[in-house]
Structure formats: structure tokens, C-alpha cells
């Protein structure tokens, strides 16, 4: 059997002392430049790799974050949860995921137990149910722990895009372009983000003196914002949508072809999140977007803060973004 290559071998190889090659392998700052280059060729040469067991128990620390997630099928999720292990990884963090099948308050707490007892340094909480915070109020306090889309308190930090902002933007777009019958699309409402578009979409209506009556509920999926497309498309009560994710809004932009509705020219359409796809929708879609990376780097800005002991604030917030395509202009 092939022997695992060991430090020592990367030292004998180079010429140098071990501690050296610990040195740049935790990219300590006091080795030269060219003793770093040779150390690191020869890490590429013998295909060393470091001993995470070995050096958690020398520092007690195990370097993982564990990310307890849910509705990883959906876009919002899983983006978010791509932009935390990004964020984790360029700080030096490895991610353990928790993936749940239920979302309820016993299977929260099973999952973040079960963490602590892996010994994860601190927990990300990405479960967008209005479920998760009463859960996380239950948690035994041990590490720091940071919840993706809701307000922090004194125990758990909190991270979101300002969701009701984002829905605003969006309907204030529509109401400057003219447009006074603006229905929306909205996402399951036992989810927190969904509800907070749902509002965001009630208050800019109430600002500007408009009914708030045309509201209808999807579960996020092209099919769901096709079946709501053909309600709309039937009624003709609105001229414009404010559709709570990209997914629901494709759907609908295919209902209202199919019943020969154009789009922008007969109803103009807003999507939700700025999918890589937005863009090439037909017509290109008009979005709120929200800033996964960003999203991500502000969890583990965070949880550094946390795990080193500095003070900062308990809520970060990151704002959305109108991007302007092709579906939205003027009622006819």
C-alpha cells in the first residue's frame, strides 16, 4: 500500500525544517517568498494534503461550520447555501450540510444537536419557514449560531436580503410606468420571504392609494405560476405582476402567450431573484435581485465576529436590486 505523503516528506524534499512547511501550509507571513514557492511546488509534487483530524485535536478546533438547510431544490436555497460555503471556504471553514426532509421545530433541533455533537465551531440556519425562528429560540446555546432571513436577537444573529424592500422596488417600477391593476404571484406564505414580498407588495399599493386585491398564492414552481398565468389571463383584471420568484414567472409568461396576451404590450410582468436564465426568458424578464455571494460573506463576516469574540451588530441586512429588462413598459 502506497504510504500517504507526511510534512516531513515535504520538508526533506525542500531542504527545510517541518515547522517551516507547517508555516506555509497555515499560511503564516514569516517565510520568504521563495521558501513559499518551493514548499508549495512540492506539496503539488508529492500531493501532500494536511491532516484536518490530527490538527483539530492539537488545536481543539474543528474548522466546520454546519449549515442546517431545507427546500434545497429551490433556487433561493440553494443559492444561498452556495454563497455560505463559498464565503466558509475562502476564510479557511469547511461546511457540514444538514439537509432537512420536515421542517418542524423536533427535526430543527434534532439536526442542530446532532452538530454539537460534531463539534462544529458554529451553525448557519438557511430555513426559510416561519417556523424556524420559534425553533431556534429552543436551541442550547454552545456556539454561535446565525439564521439566514430573519432579525437577530441576543442568541442567534440574523442575515437577510430586505425582502419587502425588493418587493417595493418592484411595484413602485410598475406604478411609475402608469400602471393601477397590479396583481401578484405570490410564494407559499409560510414562508418568511414570501410573506415579506406579499407585504412589500401591499405597502407600495397603500402608498399610492391603490387596491391590494388581486393577490394569488403559488409554490414557487413554473407550473403553479402557469395554472395562476391562465386564471389571470381568463379574469383580466390586471395589467401588470409582480410574481414572487423567476420560476412562477416563467410560467405565467407562458399562460398569458398561450391565451394570446402579449407581454409587455398587454400585461407587464416582474420576477423574483434574477435567475442566470431571467435574461433569456421571452421576453427577457424584469427582476429583483438578490446578492448570494454577498448574502453569504455577510453569514460568515458574522460568525467570525462571533467566533472571535468581537462586538458588531446582530441583524445584517443586504439590498436588492432592480435590473430592467424587457417585460415591463407603459399600459396600453
Not at 113 to 133: A, C, K, N, Y
Not at 311 to 323: A, D, H, I, S
Request: charged share 25%.
Amino acid at each position: 500500500m502506497v504510504r500517504r505523503p507526511r510534512l516531513e516528506d515535504v520538508a526533506e524534499l525542500v531542504g527545510v525544517s517541518h515547522q517551516t512547511v507547517s508555516r506555509v501550509v497555515n499560511c503564516h507571513p514569516n517565510v520568504s517568498m521563495g521558501t513559499r514557492e518551493k514548499v508549495e511546488a512540492a506539496i503539488a509534487q508529492l500531493g501532500y494534503r494536511r491532516n484536518s483530524a490530527a490538527r483539530s485535536l492539537v488545536t481543539r478546533r474543528s474548522q466546520t461550520i454546519g449549515v442546517l438547510a431545507s427546500e434545497l431544490s429551490q433556487y433561493g436555497p440553494a443559492n444561498t447555501l452556495l454563497g455560505v460555503e463559498r464565503a466558509a471556504r475562502d476564510a479557511g471553514y469547511f461546511v457540514s450540510v444538514a439537509a432537512l426532509r420536515e421542517v418542524n421545530r423536533d427535526a430543527i433541533l434534532a439536526a442542530a444537536r446532532h452538530f454539537l455533537d460534531q463539534s462544529v465551531e458554529g451553525i448557519v440556519v438557511i430555513v426559510p419557514h416561519l417556523e424556524m425562528p420559534a425553533a431556534l429560540a429552543e436551541l442550547p446555546i454552545g456556539v454561535p449560531v446565525v439564521a439566514v432571513g430573519t432579525t437577530g436577537n441576543e442568541t442567534v444573529g440574523g442575515v437577510k436580503v430586505d425582502q419587502r424592500r425588493g418587493a417595493e422596488l418592484a411595484v413602485r417600477h410598475l406604478i411609475g410606468q402608469g400602471h393601477v391593476r397590479i396583481g401578484h404571484v405570490a410564494g407559499p406564505q409560510d414562508w418568511i420571504d414570501a410573506v415579506a414580498r406579499a407585504d412589500g407588495w401591499r405597502c407600495a399599493l397603500d402608498a399610492a392609494g391603490l387596491d391590494a386585491d388581486l393577490l394569488i398564492e403559488g409554490d414557487w414552481s413554473a407550473g403553479s405560476g402557469y395554472d395562476i398565468g391562465r386564471k389571470v389571463a381568463a379574469s383580466r383584471r390586471a395589467t401588470a405582476l409582480f410574481v414572487g420568484n423567476d420560476q412562477m414567472a416563467l410560467g405565467v409568461l407562458r399562460a398569458l402567450n398561450e391565451a394570446g396576451i402579449k407581454v409587455p404590450e398587454d400585461v407587464s410582468v416582474v420576477g423574483f431573484d434574477d435567475q442566470p436564465e431571467a435574461g433569456y426568458f421571452s421576453p427577457p424578464l424584469t427582476v429583483v435581485r438578490q446578492d448570494f455571494e454577498e448574502l453569504g460573506r455577510r453569514c460568515m463576516d458574522m460568525m467570525l465576529r462571533a467566533l472571535d469574540g468581537t462586538e458588531g451588530p446582530r441583524t445584517l441586512v443586504v439590498e436588492p436590486e432592480l435590473v430592467l429588462r424587457s417585460s415591463t413598459a407603459p399600459p396600453a
